[in-house]
């Protein structure tokens, strides 16, 4: 059975949290701690170390840190998470967790048991969404705002803490990839998707190597190469159709870079190989884009790219205007690309029961005026 678990705490004392910053982050605030510029670099090291190695919450466990030191840092700052609102389990053992980040921003990260070497946390970079891909839940919520870079670390922090995962070096890790295919368009907030990968990925602290995270882009054609060139993230595309007129009407940001536009900044893709594939996401919708033509129109579409096709059974929600592909069609279309020497794997639908399979997620979070969040500051006092 499914099971939920209200996790509703009330809010940390409002120092500001280390926790998820990166190091750079942590250097500028022991400068501006007056920590000397030669020893800031050093203590921003140990804190990395504590907080992203060791997943440590409490200061006073930092124990190659002088008490002096370790008591003005609890004055100062915290090593809080975010407030988790909601955290849901599914049936086949997927977790799902609804994180505040702040009044009225909440977003939702997922964890896969079994995805890559042992399992994914998918997460998310916006709150809400401007693209309004018409089979995707979140693209019904409007964009409430950008997540920073500490606020997509935590994602992760949340997660290791629940499965026990500190310190980092654990060699039987049931968290071992990153995907950005959570809750908003990564490429519309690429400076702080970048930073965040620079901190998951470093090795003295998070340590998920480049090459376990995959940052997922509905076709923000010019943001492509730049995402390659920073990050040097595995990439993957929300594709979906091979038709301009059909892309257009499913993942409207078509209409501004349509497919020729795509595929050549997707060609433009740093060090792309037979070991750094493009995956493309396809969602399978009956009678929509699941013929077998249009299989054998994205094997044309792809020639010459380094690519594998995941084929994602679409996963209803309430009131969407779509039903999934029945199984033999989608193995039928599996069957084309495979012939074609392309793997196209079948993923099977996971949290289902909790929302939070492909293209559910969705939080309550609304954008509100400053007035109107100023009339419910008053309210509250």
Excluded at 214 to 234: F, W
Excluded at 281 to 298: H, I, K, Q, T, W
């Amino acid at each position: 059975m499914t099971t939920s678990l209200d996790l509703s705490r009330a809010p940390a004392p409002q120092l500001r949290s280390l926790a998820g910053l990166s190091l750079p982050a942590l250097k500028a605030e022991m400068e501006a701690m007056g920590v000397p510029a030669k020893k800031a670099g050093m203590r921003a090291k140990q804190l990395r170390g504590w907080a992203h190695h060791f997943g440590v919450t409490d200061f006073d466990a930092m124990t190659n840190v002088a008490k002096e030191m370790r008591a003005e840092l609890a004055e100062r700052y915290s090593l809080a998470r975010p407030e988790i609102a909601e955290h849901k389990i599914s049936v086949d053992g997927t977790q799902k967790w609804l994180t505040r980040f702040g009044p009225n921003v909440e977003g939702e990260s997922v964890y896969i048991p079994d995805v890559g070497k042992s399992g994914a946390l998918c997460v998310s970079s916006q709150v809400g969404c401007t693209l309004n891909c018409t089979f995707c839940h979140t693209g019904t919520q409007k964009l409430v705002r950008n997540l920073t870079a500490q606020e997509i670390v935590a994602q992760v922090l949340i997660a290791r803490d629940e499965l026990a995962e500190w310190p980092s070096s654990n060699e039987d890790r049931k968290l071992t990839n990153i995907v950005f295919m959570g809750m908003g368009e990564p490429l519309y907030n690429l400076d702080n998707v970048a930073e965040a990968i620079d901190t998951i990925s470093d090795g003295d602290g998070i340590a998920i190597g480049r090459r376990r995270i995959t940052v997922s882009t509905a076709g923000v054609a010019p943001k492509i190469p730049e995402l390659g060139a920073r990050t040097g993230a595995m990439l993957a595309i929300s594709l979906h159709a091979v038709r301009d007129d059909l892309r257009d009407e499913i993942v409207p940001i078509n209409k501004k870079y349509d497919l020729k536009t795509l595929f050549e900044a997707i060609r433009a893709y740093p060090d792309l190989g037979n070991s750094k594939r493009v995956t493309f996401e396809y969602v399978m919708l009956a009678g929509v884009n699941d013929s077998l033509a249009e299989a054998r129109d994205l094997v044309k579409l792809l020639r010459g790219v380094p690519a594998k096709i995941n084929l994602i059974p679409f996963n209803p929600w309430p009131g969407a205007p779509y039903a999934c592909s029945d199984w033999e069609t989608i193995e039928a279309f599996a069957e084309v690309l495979n012939r074609a020497g392309y793997a196209s794997p079948i993923r099977t639908p996971r949290g289902r029961d909790i929302f939070a399979a492909c293209g559910q997620l969705r939080s309550e979070s609304v954008k509100k005026s400053a007035a109107e969040l100023r009339r419910e500051a008053l309210a509250a006092e």
